[in-house]
């Protein structure tokens, strides 16, 4: 069958975490719908990418626990809902892949000689030399404790890319290509079933978060010639655009939170898709 054989084509040879896909879930579906999803909703979505109910409790009880989401219940219902703590972070990734990137105004030189090889790389650092670091400029607030020069247009701007290992970006931009590329098509002509729909909206945007956090999104005049994040992103934007109709149905009949179910769209969900256009 059609749906079948897509949805596996998809999924063949994706690793695919239970506690990443819940978050994937909150961000893009409950997040701008109020927050707050039954977990029986939460099972059903996560049984279509074979994510088993016990993976899925296990999950959750570790996003409780890690305060990223928080528990109350409604009778014998029990529901979870976005904490506090985790919403600058959801807002962050959510202004990466849903609103227009900021264009670079040149480059941040940062000195910071207390800075681990984990944060540069969560801060898409690229190293210069010693505890010396660049990114493009976009008004980022600095690393603590680092001091922060500004270059408008330092001399060599081709040559900055090398400061990056973009080979495994450019691998992983590439995946994306091949497992979605077929997908917009059908997409476009509505072909797909509703929950289907929102399934692959739901991975294509798993897949996509997890390159685009650890791309350093640099201008394209240093980017190398056969970069295919521009390719990745153009694919991305269409295919939610084309998914999203049959999703927000699906969405609609199927989510449900403490008052009912999930509205199909809202101010905040409406507002994303504008930023994408």
């Known amino acids: 069958m059609f749906d079948g054989n897509l949805l596996a084509g998809i999924l063949r040879g994706l690793e695919l975490r239970s506690a990443s896909f819940i978050v994937t879930v909150y961000g893009d579906v409950v997040v701008p719908r109020g927050g707050v999803l039954w977990t029986g909703t939460l099972i059903e979505i996560c049984a279509r990418v074979g994510i088993s109910e016990s993976l899925v409790r296990t999950a959750v009880s570790r996003l409780v626990a890690a305060h990223r989401l ?4 409604a ?19 959510a202004r990466l892949l849903y609103a227009p990137d900021p264009v670079s105004e040149g480059w941040q030189i940062i000195h910071a000689p207390a800075m681990t090889e984990d944060q540069a790389r969560h801060l898409r650092l690229g190293r210069m030399g010693g505890t010396v670091f660049i990114r ?6 600095p690393p603590e404790g680092a001091v922060v020069f500004q270059a408008r247009d330092p001399e060599a701007a081709a040559e900055l890319a090398r400061y990056w290992d973009l080979s495994a970006l450019q691998g992983r931009y590439l995946e994306m290509l091949g497992r979605f590329g077929d997908v917009l098509e059908p997409a476009r002509r509505g072909a797909l ?6 399934v692959v909206r739901l991975l ?16 394209a ?11 990745a992103r153009d694919l991305f934007r269409r295919l939610y655009a084309a998914l999203s109709p049959a999703a927000e149905r699906h969405i609609a009949s199927r989510f449900e939170g403490v008052d009912g179910f999930l509205p199909a769209r809202t101010a905040e969900s409406a507002n994303r898709m504008d930023g994408m256009l």
């Open 136 to 141: 493009p400029d976009r008004g980022q607030e």
């Open 75 to 93: 009778g014998r219902r029990s529901y979870y809902r976005l904490d506090a703590s985790a919403r600058k972070e959801f807002d962050q990734a």
């Open 193 to 198: 079933p509703d929950e289907t729909a929102l």
């Open 221 to 231: 005049r240093v980017l190398p010639p056969d970069w295919r994040g521009g390719a």
């Open 204 to 219: 294509l945007v798993e897949v996509y978060r997890k390159v685009l956090l650890r791309d350093p999104r640099l201008p």
């Open 70 to 73: 928080r528990g109350e219940r």
